[in-house]
């Protein structure tokens, strides 16, 4: 299926590896331009090479900090006018809320919910200007089940989606198009660590800690990233026009549901 992405422009926030990876590889193969953003610089050079060498594609690379404005500045100096917005920044730590501090609250609600607005409202009346436009915030399946001990990402995410379903409503009229993909245990560095003890990768600690969460997943494994990124590009796809402010999950069946 040809996805009529050719020659579109397309930003990828925190893309220099895992989820955002997937999702910058996949625009990238379908013909987008696809400009990536991460905090590490070297890191982002190594990722958008990479992507170069695997797709062919036009990549470039914005460094810096998506949460504050000088790293929106520089994502935008690259890539001003993007036809695809892929919305996407690390999970606060987990703990119990009584303990959080002012700073951490703060920090999670820029991160997970105020950058990603942020974003949004710094492309979408040019995407509905040009009639053209495809949003996806990248969160997480506790927007579905919330999970015990991870209230900052719970809180942050949740007030993103909510924003989210108003907003989708109001621009769907000129072909812009928001949704968000909710992922559950992808097979990234991310979750490698922290199913590692100590924070270091262990990949053996993170097999057998996957192996564990697999057994309670209907698809009996962890999800391969080049999936998510696959339905990341469909979402952004000249067919997608009819999909309007949805939380699209992608976990193997673990959270339960009729809906």
């Known amino acids: 299926m040809d ?22 590889e996949a625009l990238a193969r379908e013909g987008a331009a696809v400009t990536i953003t991460g905090r590490d610089a070297a890191a982002l050079e190594r990722a958008a090479a990479r992507l170069r060498a695997e797709t062919g594609a036009e990549i470039a690379a914005a460094a810096g900090d998506i949460t504050t404005e000088a790293g929106r500045a520089a994502a935008f100096a690259v890539c001003p006018a993007p036809d695809i917005l892929i919305n996407n920044a690390g999970g606060p730590p987990a703990g119990d809320f009584r303990e ?31 009639r ?25 995410r949740t007030g993103l989606t909510g924003f989210v379903a108003g907003l989708s409503r109001e ?63 469909f979402l952004c796809s000249a067919h997608a026009g009819f999909i309007v402010g949805q939380n699209i999950l992608l976990d193997g069946g673990e959270f339960n549901s009729t809906i």
Not at 103 to 112: R, S
Not at 201 to 222: F, S, T, Y
């Open 3 to 24: 996805l009529g992405l050719n020659g579109r422009r397309a930003l990828v926030c925190a893309a220099s590896a895992g989820l955002g990876y997937a999702c910058a």
């Open 171 to 233: 621009v769907a009229w000129a072909n812009v198009v928001i949704n968000n993909m909710l992922p559950g245990p992808f097979d990234t560095g991310r979750l490698r660590r922290n199913l590692s003890p100590g924070g270091a990768i262990d990949n053996a600690a993170a097999e057998r800690g996957m192996a564990a969460w697999a057994a309670r997943i209907p698809a009996r494994r962890v999800g391969n990233p080049a999936e998510f990124g696959a339905v990341c590009a």
């Open 132 to 156: 053209f436009g495809r949003i996806v915030n990248i969160t997480s399946a506790a927007v579905k089940a919330p999970m015990p001990g991870l209230a900052l990402s719970n809180t942050a």
């Open 100 to 130: 959080f501090t002012e700073a951490q609250w703060q920090a999670a609600l820029n991160a997970n919910m105020l950058t990603p607005i942020a974003m949004m409202r710094a492309v979408v009346d040019g995407m509905a200007a040009r």
